[in-house]
């Protein structure tokens, strides 16, 4: 249901305005779309678009990744009133709005989930008709779709050849920055323009704290040594600013190639997680080795519900559920315990818990979040063997040795409070392997 209107679009954009069309790239500074549509017109009117196709998916309504947007858009709307323009901001379909007008032409970078190509397609078609061109390019990722591929043609499915060729194909073209700050007079000269609250999206305040936008160099210097370290701050925290594009991907390659390969080859693996989904967007919902679409997946409502809210007797597992519930935040290394134990220890489907992922995470991208649990399950591309099988409390011992992370979430371990272990590790283990390999010979 749209409830924010904002102006009329058709009093505001004419045919002589080109639109930017922001998604997943709130910035002004080094944008690869906003460049070409500065570069090639002479009145560019900023555009976002809270398309309540996706917003009415979202269970609640206290979502945190909405507000995030629009703080994000606060910021973009007061950096660009001070340029003499202002952002406008529709709420409902895309495709209804661009039935709506009839701008010179409208401008975007690549998205590459399957809704997204689904509704770029359709807003093709809608512009085509009246002969308005719909121009986008690549800016969230380094390479994308068919530019790292096998001798063959092929798409890689296995990271470390996939990085090989990634590193020896990048040039400094590749992540030079796209400066348009001589081109900002090129923006549309408009008085600012309404902007909804939360309230008037349907939606109300999270309680979460945002990571700040900024590059925590003295982290990604020591982040090969401290990553794996739950308790440390150790990671970047950028996942979120990656997602949304508040922050560059190329920036953040060219300090990455400065101070530490083992942080680019993270970065990398982002790409290579939204090649795949190109290449395979069946992985969106079924696993990406058939075989593994035969396991008899167990659909235990309690312990499902006991995994979600930090409840399974495994501190480290709780730990981290606690932690992603409370700020929509999980450290790497957690989410890999937390998938192993999901999927083979209780034998819940892995794609219960993506989809709880999904709902939870601040950093939420498809590409991403698919490709790691299916990593860790064993049914995805370069994926873990199947009979690896995460051992909650060594992984504690090694990565959480002194507990101050389970402490920190878990403050009633050791006490009567804490719950028993809803499975026995050994007794888990077993079955795993017995009906995972199974299923995966027949």
């Known amino acids: 249901m749209q409830r924010f209107i904002g102006e009329a ?20 500074e080094d944008n690869a779309g906003l460049f070409h549509a500065l ?67 409208v401008y975007a970078n690549h998205d590459y989930e399957p809704y997204a190509r689904q509704r770029d397609n359709e807003v093709q078609q809608i512009l085509a008709k009246r002969e308005i061109a719909f121009k986008t390019y690549k800016d969230q990722v380094i390479f994308d779709r068919d530019e790292i591929i096998k001798a063959d043609g092929s798409p890689y499915t296995v990271y470390t050849p996939y990085s090989r ?17 001589h081109l900002f007079d090129h923006f ?13 999206l349907g939606f109300g305040k999270s309680g979460i704290v945002f ?111 606690r932690e992603l519930n409370a700020t929509g935040f999980m450290h790497n290394r957690v989410r890999m315990i937390t998938a192993s134990f999901l999927a083979k220890h209780l034998l819940i489907d892995w794609r219960w818990g ?19 649990w299916q990593w860790t399950v064993g049914s995805g591309c370069d994926a873990v063997p199947y009979f690896r099988v995460f051992n909650p409390m060594l992984q504690a011992e090694k990565f959480d040795p002194d507990q101050r992370y389970v402490r920190k979430w878990v403050p009633e371990l050791g006490t009567p409070q804490y719950p028993k272990p809803i499975v026995d590790h050994a007794v888990a283990r077993d079955r795993a392997l017995k009906i995972f390999k199974a299923a995966l010979s027949t």
Request: charged share 25%; hydrophobic share 40%.
């Open 354 to 372: 993506e989809a709880y992922f999904a709902k939870k995470l601040l950093d939420f991208d498809l590409a991403a979040n698919n490709g790691g």
């Open 188 to 200: 549309k000269k408009i008085a600012p323009l309404k902007f909804p609250t939360l309230s008037d």
């Open 211 to 321: 990571p700040e936008r900024t590059i925590k160099r003295s982290v990604i210097e020591k982040y090969h040594l401290q990553r794996d370290f739950p308790a440390i701050d150790s990671t970047s925290r950028l996942s979120v600013h990656l997602r949304f594009g508040t922050v560059s991907i190329r920036m953040l390659v060219q300090v990455a190639i400065a101070i530490n390969e083992k942080w680019l080859n993270e970065l990398i693996w982002r790409d290579f997680y939204h090649m795949i989904l190109w290449h395979f967007p069946h992985v969106a919902t079924k696993s990406f080795k058939p075989a593994y679409d035969h396991i008899p997946w167990r659909t235990d409502l309690t312990e499902f519900s006991a995994w979600c809210k930090g409840q399974t007797g495994y501190a480290i597992v709780d730990a981290g559920m």
């Open 165 to 181: 060729k990634w590193k020896a194909t990048l040039t400094p073209s590749h992540i030079e920055n796209y400066d348009t700050r």
């Open 39 to 105: 570069n090639e017109n002479s009145t560019v009117l900023a555009l976002f678009i809270f398309d309540t196709v996706i917003l009415e998916r979202l269970e609640d309504k206290k979502d945190a990744r909405v507000e995030f947007i629009l703080q994000s858009l606060l910021i973009l709307k007061a950096a660009l009133e001070k340029l003499g323009t202002s952002l406008f901001v529709y709420h409902g379909n895309p495709t209804e709005f661009f039935k709506r007008v009839s701008p010179r032409s």
């Open 9 to 28: 679009p058709e009093k505001i954009i004419d045919s002589s305005t080109t639109l930017f069309w922001l998604r997943r790239d709130l910035r002004l």
